[in-house]
């Protein structure tokens, strides 16, 4: 499985997120002309090399070329996402962050969402930094992003409601159910931005399975610190299940006799893009002999909030169960084979280092298929003799 992990030791924004993505690979030209697609005007990427403490890294800004002196609600920042040119997937997580802001906001000052003034959040930088968070995660395809322990920082901040502690108070709202911790410098080192990044996309918080790290990339803070060098590490690699080793995990279910069996698929999808391990239906017989599906969820905690939210939301179920339990899964490997049709990605699983399977991933097969005109099961079988044949 192919992972994302921050590692926050001195905090998160949005411009060093930013500077991170290109870091690690996300081209800096593709990500400003998908930022165009916004139709947003009064602003310029720089991207730029610079160390802190010796270690090379990007360093984004987001400049600002007009003056704006109006502040935004969620209704404008939904327009202008909404409105945009950008693929409907970096729309939905891009809304999704700004909504972790909002709820934030709205809990901190007593006020519905469609109320809160977005101050700092609201300006150009802030849009550029949110949604180009949404188009680097698309970018680099992962399956689930594990969060370390998050710094928040030391001392005070200014900002438009005048001087505030740190973590201020939207940012304490939004971490809540994070692994932090608070002092290791004395300045806002994680702000509303970056932790609803982090909230928006984390799977797994504060002690994370074991990874086989790929690729890692540096994004410079602005800020500079005598003991702590103001940066973000974000590595890209494969999650690796340590034989034994199991994790808690969380199983969210609801039950449903009223609803259009239509739907189940379109919310199936939306809960695996959002980072469900799995999601399935049982049939069952409910109150007064009504036939009923049972909508089940498997994820991890720190994404719990979003399941539920979804299936809130799209299906009518009223009420929803959460069991924790323990989860254990075979270690897992994906290789590249050569093929008549070209490399093919196979799946092996693993039982304290003994190879207990192997086979080919379905969606390539599929997609062969679909460009050669083979039927899949010619496909997956050839590929499957293939894998056989190299064990021998």
């Not at 998160?12 to 030209?29: E, F, K, P």
């Not at 609600?73 to 939904?78: E, G, T």
């Not at 608070?182 to 806002?188: A, I, S, T, Y």
């Not at 991890?300 to 323990?326: H, N, P, V, Y």
């Amino acid at each position: 499985m192919k992972v994302l992990y921050y590692d926050c030791f001195s905090g998160i924004s949005g411009d060093m997120n930013l500077g991170a993505m290109i870091d690690l690979g996300v081209d800096r030209n593709y990500l400003e002309a998908e930022l165009r697609k916004l139709n947003l005007n009064g602003w310029e990427l720089i991207a730029e090399k610079d160390q802190r403490h010796g270690i090379l890294g990007t360093k984004v800004t987001v400049k600002q070329t007009i003056h704006e002196r109006a502040h935004r609600h969620l209704s404008d920042i939904r327009n202008i996402i909404s409105e945009s040119l950008l693929p409907e997937e970096v729309k939905e997580l891009g809304l999704n962050i700004f909504m972790k802001v909002a709820d934030a906001e709205a809990t901190v000052h007593g006020i519905s969402v469609d109320k809160v003034h977005f101050h700092e959040v609201g300006a150009i930088d802030s849009i550029v930094d949110i949604v180009g968070a949404a188009i680097c995660f698309h970018a680099l395809n992962v399956e689930a992003v594990y969060v370390s322990v998050v710094e928040l920082g030391g001392g005070f901040v200014k900002c438009d409601h005048g001087v505030l502690p740190v973590p201020a108070p939207a940012t304490a709202e939004i971490v809540k159910g994070m692994a932090v911790r608070m002092g290791g410098v004395d300045f806002e080192a994680t702000t509303p931005t970056g932790a609803a990044i982090l909230a928006a996309l984390g799977t797994d918080f504060g002690n994370p399975a074991a990874l086989k790290i790929k690729k890692t990339g540096y994004g410079i803070g602005h800020k500079d610190h005598l003991q702590v060098p103001n940066l973000l590490r974000v590595s890209v690699g494969e999650a690796i299940d340590i034989p034994g080793s199991g994790h808690e995990a969380l199983l969210i279910q609801s039950n449903i006799d009223d609803m259009n069996p239509e739907f189940y698929d379109y919310i199936s999808d939306r809960l695996f893009k959002a980072g469900a391990s799995d999601v399935y239906c049982t049939q069952t017989i409910m109150k007064k002999g009504r036939p009923g599906i049972i909508l089940n969820v498997i994820c991890e905690s720190g994404i719990a909030d979003l399941m539920r939210e979804i299936l809130f939301m799209e299906s009518t179920t009223l009420g929803i169960r959460t069991l924790a339990f323990r989860k254990d899964t075979l270690t897992r490997e994906f290789r590249k084979i050569n093929t008549r049709y070209g490399d093919v990605t196979v799946k092996y699983s693993f039982y304290e280092g003994r190879e207990v399977s192997a086979k080919p991933e379905f969606e390539e097969c599929r997609s062969i298929a679909s460009e050669t005109g083979i039927p899949v099961k010619e496909v997956y079988n050839y590929i499957m003799s293939l894998i056989v044949t190299n064990k021998e």
